[in-house]
């Protein structure tokens, strides 16, 4: 199984970006797919999830309305369209996969697998 993450990059508040995961070696629609990040000296934290068939999406509060997250069952992928991003957004960027039948998407210790991370740094 491998998740590969790409998109991160250093931009400026207010800037957008696109992260995105292609998730291979598993049965895609089988699974939820979440995002989740962690910042230097903190933990790991959750930023938004889909469930397998698109219907469920959660999101943290910080991030609510500024973030959006999608899949695309047919190319394997997981995006995330971060817009008015702020410096406290600043973290490497995680993409998971959990199973179908969890149905809190938060719960990062229920993921079965995860990729490796692509960072994002927001300047002020």
């Known amino acids: 199984v491998q998740l590969q993450a790409s998109g991160g990059g250093l931009v400026q508040a207010g800037d957008s970006l696109t992260l995105s995961c292609v998730v291979s070696?598993?049965?895609?629609?089988?699974?939820?797919l979440g995002w989740f990040r962690q910042a230097p000296g903190r933990e790991r934290e959750f930023v938004a999830a889909?469930?397998?068939?698109?219907?469920?999406?959660q999101s943290a509060d910080s991030v609510e309305g500024r973030f959006t997250i999608s899949r695309d069952n047919a190319k394997n992928t997981v995006d995330l369209q971060m817009n008015n991003l702020k410096p406290e957004d600043t973290a490497t960027y995680y993409c998971?996969?959990?199973?179908?039948?969890?149905?809190?998407?938060?719960?990062?210790?229920?993921?079965?697998?995860w990729g490796q991370g692509t960072e994002v740094t927001v300047s002020s």
């Open positions: 998971g996969a959990l199973r179908l039948f969890w149905t809190n998407l938060k719960a990062q210790t229920r993921y079965d697998y």
């Open positions: 070696g598993l049965t895609f629609n089988d699974y939820n």
């Open positions: 889909i469930s397998w068939n698109g219907d469920g999406i």
